[in-house]
């Protein structure tokens, strides 16, 4: 498989859905990085990656999408300053640098779109993959909540907020 070098990133259409999917959910199944259980049908993940407060975008790279992120305000009302992004890489394509491109347009979306700062409100401690390019990218640990996830093989493992400020 040759290595993508910089896929395309594009805002998603809701025809782009079916291929978020098929990334998305052996994801969900695997249950190591996302608080969803195998129970989140398709519909629902639709609702909430296509929901009308999120901007979604994929990473395409041949024709295939092979990553996405949402971005969208953390909370409500005062709390709209502050950006939350999720991120979706297919399994087959860790590890190659997609991971950090979503994560680099998510934030300079944010900051083009008036956000004050991003968090992340869980991240799984075991995903030490994701904790460490946040941090590289400005991202510090905030607060560690005890056994807040029941990962599939280890259990209940911690959890961390995870900020960085985008003003300044």
């Known amino acids: 498989m040759t290595t993508p070098t910089a896929p395309l990133l594009r805002t998603a259409t809701p025809t782009d859905f079916a291929a978020i999917w098929s990334l998305f959910e052996p994801i ?4 190591e990085t996302y608080e969803f ?3 989140l049908t398709a519909a629902q993940a639709q609702a ?3 929901n009308p ?9 041949q024709g295939q999408i092979v990553g996405s992120y949402k971005l969208k305000p953390n909370f409500a009302g005062r709390g709209n300053h502050v950006a939350n992004g ?3 890489v297919g399994m087959q394509w860790q590890g190659q640098g997609i991971g950090r491109q979503l994560v680099e347009h998510s934030l300079q979306t944010a900051i083009a779109q008036g956000y004050r700062a991003m968090q992340f409100n869980i991240v799984v401690s075991t995903n030490v993959g994701a904790i460490k390019l946040y941090e590289k990218l400005g991202f510090a640990i ?3 909540i005890p ?3 029941n990962h599939r093989t280890l259990g209940y493992v911690d959890t961390h907020v995870m900020y960085r400020n985008l003003i300044g």
């Open 86 to 88: 999720s991120y979706i």
């Open 37 to 39: 259980d195998e129970s």
């Open 48 to 50: 909430i990656w296509f």
């Open 142 to 144: 905030v607060a560690t």
């Open 28 to 31: 969900i199944v695997a249950g």
């Open 53 to 61: 407060q999120t901007q979604t975008v994929v990473a395409e790279w």
């Open 147 to 149: 056994q807040a996830f």
